[in-house]
Each structure stands twice: as C-alpha cells, then as structure tokens.
C-alpha cells in the first residue's frame, strides 16, 4: 500500500488534521498574511497552515528532495495586474520556510546538502495515514456504490406496476381488424343464402277475386220512355 493508491487530496487532508493534533503550534501571522503575492486576500479557510505542512510532506515524498525556492515556484500563480497583462510571481518564502522547520522539529524531515528530504519517520507516517485513508475511502465508495444500486431499484419497483397496468389494458382494435369483425357475419350468412338458393321455398298463390256480377240491368231496348 503507497501513497499513490489513495486520492491526494483526501490524504493531504488527513496528514492536516493528524498535525493539528501533535502540538505543532501556527504563528499568530497566519490570520491575516497572504499566501503569496498574486492572491488578493487572505486563505479562507482557519487551518490552512496545516494543509500547507501536509502538502509540503507529500511533496517531499514525490520529489525527493525540496527546497524553498523550488517550492516558492510549485505554490505561486498569476498575479492580477489590472489592464496589464497577468505575471507569475512565486509564493511567500516565509510562509514555506515556517512550514519545512516545523516539519523538520518532528522529525518528519531531514536536512540535505542541497534543501530537505523525506526521514523514515516521515515516510512510515505517509504510509499508515495512507492505510487510514485507503480504508475510509473503501467504505465510502460502497456506500455510495450501495445507495445507487438501492435507488436504482426503488425506482424499478415503481415502475413495474405502471407496466403491468399496459399489459392487462386491452389494446385499441386497429382500422383492419375492425374492418375484418365487420366483414365476418357477412361472410356467415352466405351458406344460407346460398341453401336458400337450391331449395328455393313456393311462392304463394295469390287468391284471385271473382269479378263482379253487373248488378245493374240492362234496359229493354224496346222501351222508350
């Protein structure tokens, strides 16, 4: 297990917050001073002294060795100029130097003929926070893994009855199967037709009237009146 297994950030902050706890003290400066000269305004955040120490560590740990110059170059940024044209300008060299003698009076560092080093002591610290942070990290990771998947399926448990409920309605009829029931009885009543046409049934005989009888007389062609 290294350091490279583990997010930077996460571990930085971690180093941060177990530094706090070893009685390593931050100057009274640090409430108000910048960081450097391209930022406008103090850091935000109360305890960015320490996350500076931690970050400085991981640097030594990655790079081997460091010193204040180099490290003045790594944490400065842009200066705002205005309507000129924005400059680079490095960090504060007090703020760096501060940070790498208390890291060396806990013996997390070590002189060198040309800047400071990683110890032991402060290579075995990386590594067990490292551990800690791999740990945490694992858990968190499924945690969310887990959540996702439970969201997931709730929201498949709320779909299913919305789909059940399509299947039993019944589906429209479509244009040409109505057509085809309208068509069917015509179709039935075609073998009657049909047997009525063999067996054709007798017609009726009309009952014709006799004609009627003259009632009337015929006058005697003699007779004149």
Known sequence: MG????????LIEAIAQDLKTQGIEEPAWTEFVKSGSHRERAPQRRDWFYVRMASILYRAYKDGTIGTNRLRTYYGGKRNRGVKPHHFSKASGKVIRTCLQELEKKGLLKKEKAGRALSGKGQSFLIAKAKEVYKIFSEKVKADAKAIDDR????????KPKAEAKVEAK?????????????????????????????????KEEKKEPAKEKTEAKEPAGEKK
Not at 152 to 159: D, G, L, Q, R, W
Not at 186 to 202: C, G, H, R, S
Request: charged share 40%.
């Open 171 to 203: 589906p429209e009829e479509k244009p040409a199967e109505k057509a085809k029931e309208a068509a069917k009885p015509k179709a039935e009543a075609k073998p009657e037709a049909k047997a009525a046409k063999e067996n054709p049934v007798p017609a």
């Open 3 to 10: 350091i490279y297994d583990v997010p930077a950030t996460e």
């Open 152 to 159: 997931a399926s709730k929201a498949k448990a709320a779909a």
